[in-house]
């Protein structure tokens, strides 16, 4: 239960602090877009830093603040010891694929993040046989049915790069980790067998 809360007061504590950012602007009627992706420049580059703080608008916020704390939570309940290097590394690596190879235009927002937890939730579910994790991500996904679209270039004005960028940084990681935070009841299973000394005990 320790992880589940920890894992809650996380997600929830960045979710907060990307609503803070959305009030400020709001407040002051300013912009923090300018601080987002912009592919191969190098103030582009510090984006990679700020760019999921940064949303259009409520509705692109809010659309990310449910899965956000769901999947965060999750990642990090299911996987405490993976999370520590898989969240950072799908949000620094995945903003990096969109500086290298997105399209020449100011990216912003943590759908990104959305999208690399639940590859590699979802994965790690399948490379493990975790059927909680796969659960988990199965939820989300009749929840949120067309966040696959997402990956493709499909609507203008979204970025699609940094959906599909950091959805292949998660899905590596969920190989790369898959070993990683092993459940006890995973391992008995894997060793479902009787040993000869089982076996002699057992006549004796």
Do not use: C, Q
């Not at 760019?51 to 809010?62: K, N, Q, R, W, Y």
């Not at 190879?101 to 590859?119: D, E, K, N, Q, T």
């Amino acid at each position: 239960m320790g992880e589940l809360k920890k894992g809650f007061y996380i997600s929830l504590a960045f979710t907060f602090s990307l609503w803070i950012i959305k009030l400020l602007e709001i407040v002051f009627n300013v912009s923090f877009s300018s601080f987002g992706i912009f592919p191969g420049t190098l103030s582009g580059f510090f984006g990679i830093l700020f760019s999921p703080f940064i949303h259009g608008d409520l509705v692109h916020l809010f659309s990310n603040t449910v899965p956000l704390i769901v999947l965060g939570t999750g990642l990090i309940y299911l996987y405490p010891s993976s999370s520590r290097i898989v969240i950072p590394s799908i949000y620094i690596l995945g903003g990096l694929g969109v500086w290298l190879f997105a399209r020449p235009a100011m990216h912003i927002g943590a759908s990104g993040l959305v999208y690399g937890f639940a590859v590699f939730i979802f994965f790690s579910g399948i490379f493990r046989r975790d059927a909680r994790a796969m659960a988990l991500s199965l939820i989300v996904v009749f929840l949120y049915g067309g966040m696959i679209w997402g990956i493709l270039p499909l609507k203008s004005g979204v970025s699609f790069e940094s959906h599909l960028s950091s959805s292949v940084v998660g899905f590596f990681l969920a190989f790369l980790f898959r070993k990683r935070d092993i459940l006890p009841f995973e391992n008995d299973r894997d060793n479902d067998y009787f040993s000869d000394e089982d076996f002699l005990d057992d006549n004796t």
